[in-house]
């Protein structure tokens, strides 16, 4: 059976625009919302993952952000971080009232930026989320700043705060965004050239497959992901809050997501052996079997009797 065979394409109001969405029907009241990092859209992001939680019973809400893939919005290929939470509060919002689901049986799994989103929204979030399982998440912008540019070449460094404030003035005046890539090698002029930025590719799509996956974003993100700090709100996470850390991750370091669950009051790791995509590579069962393991146990009794 195709992932196809088992999900439906749906929408949800997020802002003034809407957001693309694959819908995967439960049968245990649980519902667990997926999204990616950067520009990493819904499939690449979630695929390898909704059809294991699927198959253990979990609803499964997997989709793009604004400005990205099949979602709405312009200009395309633009992070905005508070617009980004805010779509994380709209689907939840959105599978909270779907049939099938319990509505204290929502959890959210977020890897990379996604995954430093739903740190902040859990916190924020007024409802009964079931859990979070935060998947090598970008928990603190700053931390990760000087690995960053020790990665890159200083001619690099410089194109890249050109072209981010060109952007970014730009964008003042309704102009095109100015793209550049998500990933590349030392030297380039990318989003990010950390030792595993390229591993990328052959963890999310090694066979080519997501063709619509555009890997560009606006160079306006320079700028602005050292200040972003989600993984401070972790305290207020009243929830049971799973971190998977790779203990070898180049990109968002394990550091700041080890104190991210440390300071929250149900914060637990799963530490793999690995790199920024482990979850994705080498360490995929273990990912998925301890992940589905936390899902399942802190699913509430109601849902469970419900089935």
Known sequence: MSLDDLREKVRFTSGDTTCAAWYYPGTNGGCVIMAGGTAVTKEPASDRFAL???????????????????????PRQVVRF????????AAISFARGLPDV?????????????????????????????????????????????????????????????????????????????????????GDVASLTTEDALDGDRALDPDRHYEGWKQTVAARIALQMGGYRPGRHASRIRCPLLVVV???????LPGPALRAAAAAPGGEVLHLSGRHYAAFQESHEEAVEREVAFLRKHLPSRSRTSC
């Open 52 to 74: 294991p939680f699927n198959t253990a019973g979990f609803g499964v809400l997997a989709f793009d952000h604004r400005h990205f893939g099949e979602s709405g919005g312009t």
């Open 82 to 89: 508070a617009e980004q939470r805010a779509d994380w509060q």
């Open 102 to 186: 319990d509505p204290e049986g929502v959890s959210l799994w977020g890897f990379s930026l996604g995954g430093g989103h739903i740190l902040q929204v859990a916190a924020e979030d007024p409802g009964r989320l079931a859990a979070v399982i935060a998947q090598s998440p970008l928990a603190d912008g700053r931390a990760l700043a000087p690995n960053a540019l020790r990665a890159m070449t200083p001619v690099a460094v410089l194109r890249l705060m050109t072209l981010a404030v060109v952007d970014s003035v730009g964008s003042l005046f309704g102009r095109r965004p100015v793209l550049i890539r998500t990933a590349g090698a030392r």
């Open 246 to 252: 790779a203990d070898q991750d180049r990109s968002t």
